[in-house]
């Protein structure tokens, strides 16, 4: 008999993780963040501790206490059992947006991790860029383990144990198979790359799990398809994404590039715009939008980083010598020859400096990944965009504000082309980011910025009608209310229950 247990995405935003078991075979539909319980409890500087292993995600909500699935490092290490087999045969990841993947840090190395090649991409790029604790996604640091002394009695700790973790890179729809069930990756336009869908089947049930999807992207083309195999497939149980089941229209990246080329060619100054780093869609928007009014689309060493992965793999999107790559001020700040360094009570000019003791110096201060990017022609500093502020388009996150201050835009614009603001701590940034374009009198262009990653209400109920499942579980909504009249067609909907934390 196949049941689903549901720790997560219920009555939420993300958080999804949810359970999929028959007699013999145990699954997860992706193991994410719950943004909404983590962010009762934490903010950026109040995390939970390593050192208490899982316990302390476990006392506050985040994570379920399940047997077999924990990795063994942090279990052993607060003095709880670790069985010598998982309890669970795999975890399906849809797309590697943190509400979905956080938390497969906390799995124990030898489950087995599906995803799609460009989710497996921008994992490796959040494991080599992220500064977060929390990150380990395709490799595994074990921690918590000692030696023995080489000289004398006692212990010493031993280094982390780098191990890879049992990555499967999924095709669109080539089967595969775990445990009991045959299953599908199915493609579908989200606001990242490498976004995807499941169909399984086993002898009882066929089961669809939308993960999240839109129809007004770059690529509907996606999503119908999956909409169509998903109907052929004939499910019993379909368990679907409900963001935005309570709106009614949708922008898209088209609307989105023709504002923007409107306002940037009224742009005097620098244009400054804020969109998420991984959505390479709204990258390629601004790309052509850049291309439109003369100007180059200047990006971030992170999302240089993730071009740079995808250039081999995406003709799609822009190759990482067709954009500006930006390089802030580290260490020392020496970012070109009008840098200055005081030594000895004497300002020198970078220029000046021994060229073996600049580069040193200018090297030393940035990580690995981005000295790589950094040897590229195309890399500028805040001086160039200081003296041609109309050649250029300059994405600048909430955490790269503080670029403005050597930058001193003057008659620029600051677009949003990003989510508005939906919990306490996103406000409270919201209007952190409306002081900052105080400072430097900024306007603020963000209405009709911004294409969601989520299909509309009349969307996902016209998807879910097409598909037409015996049973419909609604997830990653707060209104699944609105899933109550397709039951007029004849598909029974059933409001998941969260299970027990412990």
Not at 77 to 97: A, C, M, N, Q, R
Not at 119 to 135: D, Q, R, V, W, Y
Not at 228 to 245: D, H
Not at 386 to 415: A, H, M, S, T, V
Request: aromatic fraction near 10%; charge should be negative; charged fraction near 30%.
């Amino acid at each position: 008999m196949t049941s689903i247990d549901f720790f997560g995405g219920v009555d939420e935003i993300g958080g999804n993780k949810i359970r999929v078991n028959d007699d013999e075979t145990s699954f997860f539909f992706d193991f994410g963040m719950g943004f909404s319980q983590a962010n009762d409890y934490l903010s950026e500087f109040l995390q939970p501790r390593k050192a208490n292993g899982i316990c302390d995600f476990i006392e506050l909500g985040l994570l379920p206490y399940i047997e077999g699935i924990y990795r063994e490092d942090y279990l052993r290490h607060v003095g709880l059992p670790y069985p010598s087999e998982p309890s669970v045969d795999g975890v399906l990841i849809s797309h590697s947006h943190v509400d979905h993947v956080a938390y497969v840090h906390h799995l124990r190395e030898d489950i087995p991790i599906y995803l799609t090649n460009e989710s497996h991409l921008i994992l490796k790029a959040l494991e080599e860029t992220g500064a977060a604790s929390f990150s380990e996604y395709l490799h595994l640091k074990k921690s918590f383990y000692l030696e023995p002394k080489k000289r004398g009695d006692g212990y010493m700790r031993s280094r982390a144990n780098i191990v890879d973790r049992d990555i499967h890179v999924v095709k669109p729809y080539q089967k595969f198979e775990i445990g009991n069930f045959k299953i599908k990756s199915a493609p579908v336009d989200h606001s990242l790359p490498g976004a995807t869908a499941y169909i399984g089947e086993n002898e009882e049930d066929t089961i669809v799990y939308t993960g999240d999807l839109r129809f007004h992207g770059r690529h509907p083309e996606l999503t119908n398809k999956f909409v169509k195999e998903a109907k052929k497939s004939n499910p019993t149980i379909m368990i679907s994404e409900g963001t935005r089941i309570d709106s009614q229209t949708s922008v898209n990246e088209f609307d989105i590039e023709k504002r923007a080329v409107e306002s940037v060619n009224r742009c005097q100054g620098l244009v400054v715009v804020n969109y998420p780093v991984r959505d390479l869609d709204r990258l390629l928007t601004f790309y052509k939008v850049a291309e439109d009014t003369d100007r180059k689309l200047v990006v971030s060493l992170k999302q240089a980083y993730i071009l740079n992965l995808f250039q081999e793999h995406q003709q799609e999107y822009p190759g990482i010598g067709e954009v500006m790559i930006y390089k802030p001020r580290k260490g020392w700040g020496l970012v070109g020859d009008n840098s200055f360094a005081c030594v000895d009570d004497e300002w020198l000019c970078a220029s000046t400096i021994d060229e073996d003791i600049e580069s040193a110096h200018s090297l030393r201060d940035y990580k690995k990944w981005e000295r790589k990017l950094l040897e590229n022609d195309n890399v500028l500093t805040y001086h160039d965009l200081q003296e041609n502020p109309r050649d250029y388009i300059f994405r600048c996150d909430f955490f790269e504000l503080k670029e403005l201050i050597d930058i001193k835009p003057e008659n620029g614009i600051y677009i949003k082309s990003s989510t508005e603001p939906f919990d306490d701590q996103m406000e409270i940034n919201e209007r952190k980011v409306r002081n900052w374009l105080k400072l430097f009198n900024l306007p603020l262009l963000n209405k009709c910025f911004h294409a969601s990653g989520h299909a509309n209400g009349p969307e996902i109920l016209e998807m879910i009608r097409e598909i037409h499942p015996d049973k419909l579980y609604p997830v990653h909504t707060t209104h699944k209310e609105k899933f109550l009249e397709l039951a007029d067609d004849g598909i029974e909907v059933i409001f998941p229950k969260k299970q027990e934390i412990i």
